[in-house]
C-alpha cells in the first residue's frame, strides 16, 4: 500500500500524435470502402447510424407534434401508424443495437486489448455492409408502401392485413441479424484469444466485460430472430400457416418467438451501455472501480438470465398461469445485478475526485435514469400492476427511461469519451456540457409525463386521445422539442471540433486503460509493441502533465495491490 | 396515402406546425373536422357561414389580424329561446352572462353543459373560427382545412368519441378504482411507487453529494484504497431481493384474484373486430360499442377476435387481456357502484387502432334489464312491429362500425363512400367489374375479401372490411341494401 517515489531524471513522455494516423495514411474512396481497419470500420459504423438515430429522430419529433393536441393534427392516423412504425424500426433495428458494439465498440475494444485489430477482420468489413444493406432495405421499405406493423411485426395483422412493404422490412432486419452476429462473434474471439500479456480475466476493463456479455447475446439469441421472419416471410408469400389462425396457425407461437430474441436484444442495448458508464465514472472520479467483481459477475449473469425472461412481454396475451408465475419471478433475479451496478458506480463515487466533464454528466445522467427506468419497471415484473399498465405509455415510458435514458445517454457519453482519440481533436467543453444538460433536462420532461398518463389509463400507439390527456402529452412535445435543441448542440459542438478543435493528447482523461497509451488518433498498427496489461482502474498510474495537456505515465509509480 | 407524399409533406408540415406551435400554445390553429362536428354545432357553424356571409369576404381579406369573438345572431330572442327550453318544467334553469351570449350566438339552451365541456363548439364572428370553451379556457379553432387539424370534439363524434369524465378522479397517478380487487392493485402500486421514490431519494442524493463534495480540488487525491467492500455489497444484494421476493408475491397474489371468476358470475361474450366490439349477451341479445351490466355483480368475460390481435382493456376495474382469433381469452371483474367507464384497445390493430373504444355502462338492476329489453328489440318499434327496412339500415349503419369506414356525404374514407354507391359500375382489383346491385352488397358484406374495389385512382382498397357473415342477420343486410339505394345520387368526392 505505500508508495515509494523513485527520482527519474527525464521521464521520455510518449508519443502524443503522430503525422501518419489511421484516417490519413492511405486515401481515396476505395480505402475506405474496403478497409479491414477496425477502426475506420468503426468511423463508418458511427456515421451510418448517426444518420439513422436523426431519420428516427425526425419520426419522433412527427409523432410528438401530431400528438400535441387532441385531434389530428398534419398527418391521418394509418399515416401516424406508420410514423411510429418506422421510428421504432429504425431506432431499435439501425441505431440502438448496432450503437454501442459496432461503433465505439470496434474503434475501442481492440485498443483495449492493445491489439492490432479483431480477430476476423474480413467478417468485420463483411458485417458493416450488411448492416448498409439492412439500412437500404429500410430505406426501400420508406419508398414504397412503408410499414405499419409496429416494430414487433406482431402476427396475423403483419402477415394478413397490411398492405404495407413487411417483406422489404423483415429482410432488412434478418441482415442487421447477421451484422450483428459477426460483430458479436468477432467480439468474442477477439476478447478470448487476443488479450495481451499480464491480461487476466480479471484484469479485463468491464467494458469489455460488458462486450463479453453482449456478444453472447447476439451470438445465441438473433439467430431465432432470423429464424422467426424467415417463417414470417414464408407465410406472406407462400402461404404456409404459422401464425396466422385462418391458415391454422398460432399468433401466440410468433409473439414467444419474437421475445425469446427481443428481450435479449433489450439486453442487447443495455449492457453495451453499462459498460461505458463503468468506465467513465472509474476514469473521471480518478478513483479505482468499486466492486469491479461484482460488476463483471453482474453484466454475465444478466446476459445469462435474458433468455429466461422472454414471457413477461406476454403476462396478458393468454399464457397460462403457470408460465406467468415463473416468468415474473425470473424477472425479478435480473433486478438484483442491474441494482448492484447502479450501487456501485454510486460508491465509486465515494471519496473520489470527481471531475464534471462532458462524458462525466452523460454518465451521471445515465445513473438517474436507468435508475428511473430500472424502478419503474418493477411495476411491469408485478403481475397484478403490469396487467394494468400494459401496453400503455407507463410502458412507453419505461423503455424510453431505459433506451434512450439509458443506452442513448451512454453511447453519447461513450462517444464524447473516445471522440478525442478517435478523431485526435478535442470539442469545446463548455457547449458540450451544456448540450448534456439541455438533453437531460429535455428527456426528463419529454418522458415523466408520460408515465403518468400510462398509468392513468392512455394506450400506446395511438393517433389520438381524449382532452383529458392533453397536459400530459403537451409537456412531452415541449419535452421533446427541447431533447432536440439539446442534441443539436451536441451535433454542433462535435462538428465543429473536427474543423477547429484543438489536438487531442493521447490520453486527455487520465484513463488508465491500455487504449490511452498509443498516440490520439491511433496510426494504422495501433502500437508499436504489445503493451504490457496491469490493473485498468489503477487511476495513479497515470499523472496530469501540463505541458503535453494530458496525463502520461506517472513517474516511479508502483501499482497497488488490492 | 402514399408514403413519399407523406415524407415531403411531413418535413414542410414540421416547419409550419413547429412555427404555429411557437406562437401560441394555447390556440393551436387548426381546423376542419366535419367529420366529427356533432350535428348541433355543424348546423350552428352552417347558420354562423350564412348570416355572416357578408362579413367573411371582408373578414377574409382584411386578414388573421382581427381576432374572432362570440357571434351575436340580431334576429335571436335569447329570452324566448331560454323561455321555450325552460317551458314545462319544475326548476327553470337560469343562465348566466356568458351562457347567454353562447345562446346567442346559436348553441341549444341544452347543450350549455357539453358547451362548457369543449364538446360543443360557439359561433364566432368569422366564419372560419369556432371557439371550444374546454374548462374554462377558450380556444378558439378555425375550420380552414390548410391551417391544420383539430377537429371539435363532441360526444356524438365518430373520432374518438368522449367516454366517462370519471378518469378525472382518483389520484395522481392512478383513475379512481371501480372494485376491490382494482383496490387491491392500487394498493400493490402505491406500494412499489415508495420502494421507487425511497430508493431514488437515496441513489440520487448520495449522487449528487458525492459529486458535490467529492469534486475535483487541486491537491486532493481520491481515495485508491476503496475498492470493494464485501459485507456491504452482499447488504445491498440481499436488501432488493428481500423487497422483491414481497412484491412478487403480493403481486401474483392479487394477479390470481383478476384472473379467478367467481362462479356465480354473469356472462358477456366479447367479440372484437377492426374496429370495434360486440358484446352478446346469454339471452342472445347482441350491443355493439356498449354494453351495460348490472351494478355489485361479477361479470366474466369472454372474449376471440375475428380478425387481428385487439386487446380488452378496462382502466377502471385495472383488467385488461388479449383479444385473439381462433381463442377464448376471460377476464372478469366486480361491477361496483353504477358509474359508465372506458374500454379500449390496447393491441395494435391498425388504421384506427386509436378509434376502437366501447363503452361500459352499471346502472341498477332494473335500468339493466330495460335497457336489455330495449337493446334485444332495437329493430321493434313501440308498438312490437318491425321498423321499416330503411330504418333498420340507418340503424344497422351506425351501430356497427360502418361509419367509420364508408362516409354518406361521398368523402372517401379506408372503405368507398356509399354515396351515389346503387348502381355504379364497380371495378375490382382482380380487373373483373360488378353493378353495385343487391348481390352486390350482399357479397361485399358476408365475403368482402371475394371482390375489393379499387379508387379513382385505379388503387385497390385492400383487404381492410370487417368479414361480417357470422354476425349479420338477413334483416340487416336488407336494410343495408334499403339505405344504400335511399343514397343513390348523392355526389361521390372520391
Partial sequence: MTQVDIPVESPVRPVQHLDKNFINHSKGFLSWALTLDHKRIGLMYLVGISLSFFLGGLFALAIRLELFSPGMQFMDAATYNQVFTLHGAVMVFLFIIPGIPAALGNVVLPLMLGAKDVAFPRLNLCSYYLWLSGAAFFIWTLFSNGLDTGWTFYTPYSTSYTDTSVIQATAGVFMLGFSSIFTGLNFLVTIHKMRPPGMTWHKLPLFLWGMYGTAIMQLLATPVLGITLLLLIMETTLGIGIFDPQKGGDPVLYQHFFWFYSHPAVYIMILPAMAVVSEIIAAFSRKHIFGYRMIAYSSVSIALLSFLVWGHHMFVSSESTLATLIFSAITFTIAIPSAIKVFNWLATLYKGSVQLDTPMLYALGFMWLFTIGGLTGLFLAVLSTDVVLHDTYFVVAHFHYVMVGGTLFAFLGGLHYWWPKMTGKMYSETSGRIAAVTAFIGFNLAFFPQFIMGSRGMPRRYADYTADFELYHRLSTTGTLILGVGLALLAYTLLRSLFGGKKAPANPWGSATIEWECPSPPPHHNFDHPPLATDPYDMERVEWDEEVQGYVPAVGHRPTAH | ?494
Fill in chain 2, 1 to 494: 396515402m402514399k408514403f413519399q407524399a407523406f415524407l415531403l409533406t411531413t418535413l414542410l408540415g414540421l416547419a409550419g406546425a413547429s412555427a404555429g406551435l411557437a406562437q401560441d400554445d394555447a390556440a393551436p390553429a387548426a381546423p376542419t373536422a366535419a367529420e366529427s362536428a356533432a350535428a348541433e354545432s355543424a348546423a350552428a357553424e352552417s347558420a354562423a357561414a350564412e348570416s355572416a356571409a357578408a362579413e367573411s369576404a371582408a373578414a377574409e381579406d382584411s386578414a388573421p389580424a382581427a381576432p374572432a369573438t362570440i357571434r351575436v345572431v340580431d334576429d335571436l330572442d335569447v329570452d324566448a329561446v331560454i323561455a321555450a327550453f325552460n317551458e314545462g318544467s319544475d326548476a327553470p334553469r337560469q343562465f348566466t352572462d356568458e351562457e347567454r351570449s353562447w345562446i346567442g350566438a346559436g348553441v341549444a339552451p341544452g347543450d350549455i353543459d357539453k358547451a362548457h365541456q369543449g364538446y360543443v363548439a360557439i359561433p364566432s364572428t368569422d366564419p372560419n373560427v369556432v371557439i371550444i370553451n374546454r374548462n374554462g379556457k377558450e380556444l378558439r379553432v378555425t375550420s380552414n382545412a390548410d391551417a391544420g387539424r383539430v377537429p371539435v370534439i363532441t360526444p356524438d363524434s365518430s373520432h374518438m368519441m368522449p367516454f366517462a369524465p370519471e378518469v378525472d378522479n382518483g389520484s395522481f397517478w392512478m383513475a379512481e378504482a371501480a372494485s376491490e380487487t382494482a383496490k387491491d392493485v392500487d394498493r400493490m402500486f402505491n406500494f412499489i411507487m415508495w420502494i421507487n421514490y425511497i430508493f431514488a431519494a437515496i441513489i440520487g442524493g448520495l449522487m449528487v453529494l458525492f459529486c458535490v463534495k467529492y469534486r475535483r480540488r487541486p491537491g486532493v487525491r481520491a481515495d485508491q484504497t476503496i475498492t470493494h467492500n464485501t459485507p456491504l455489497e452482499i447488504t445491498w444484494s440481499i436488501i432488493p431481493t428481500i423487497l422483491c421476493a414481497i412484491m412478487f408475491w403480493g403481486g401474483y397474489v392479487t394477479f390470481l384474484d383478476l384472473r379467478t371468476p367467481p362462479p356465480d358470475s354473469m356472462k358477456v361474450n366479447a367479440t372484437a373486430y377492426r374496429w370495434g366490439w360486440n358484446f352478446q349477451y346469454p339471452s342472445g341479445v347482441e350491443s355493439p360499442q356498449e354494453f351495460h351490466v348490472p351494478a355489485n355483480t361479477p361479470i366474466e368475460m369472454v372474449m376471440t377476435s375475428t380478425d387481428t390481435l385487439h386487446s380488452f382493456h378496462l382502466p377502471a376495474y385495472r383488467s385488461k387481456s388479449d383479444v385473439l382469433p381462433n381463442r377464448y381469452t376471460k377476464i372478469w371483474f366486480n361491477s361496483g357502484e353504477p358509474g359508465t367507464y372506458r374500454v379500449y384497445c390496447t393491441e395494435y390493430c391498425g388504421k384506427d387502432h386509436s378509434n376502437m373504444y366501447a363503452k361500459l355502462v352499471v346502472e341498477p338492476r332494473e335500468d339493466y334489464e330495460a335497457w336489455l329489453t330495449k337493446a334485444g328489440n332495437w329493430m321493434v318499434n313501440e308498438n312490437g312491429e318491425m321498423k321499416p327496412l330503411l330504418e333498420i339500415g340507418e340503424l344497422t349503419y351506425n351501430r356497427r362500425g360502418c361509419k367509420s369506414c364508408h362516409s354518406i356525404d361521398g368523402t372517401k374514407g379506408t372503405g368507398p363512400t356509399f354515396a351515389g354507391l346503387w348502381g355504379l359500375e364497380r371495378q375490382f382489383d382482380d380487373g373483373t367489374s360488378a353493378v353495385a346491385d343487391e348481390q352486390y352488397i350482399n357479397q361485399s358484406i358476408r365475403d368482402p375479401y371475394s371482390q375489393v374495389v379499387v379508387d379513382a385512382n385505379g388503387v385497390s382498397y385492400g383487404k381492410q372490411m370487417t368479414i361480417y357473415s357470422p354476425m349479420l342477420p338477413v334483416e340487416q343486410i336488407n336494410g343495408m341494401i334499403e339505405f344504400i339505394k335511399s343514397l343513390e345520387g348523392v355526389a361521390r368526392k372520391d
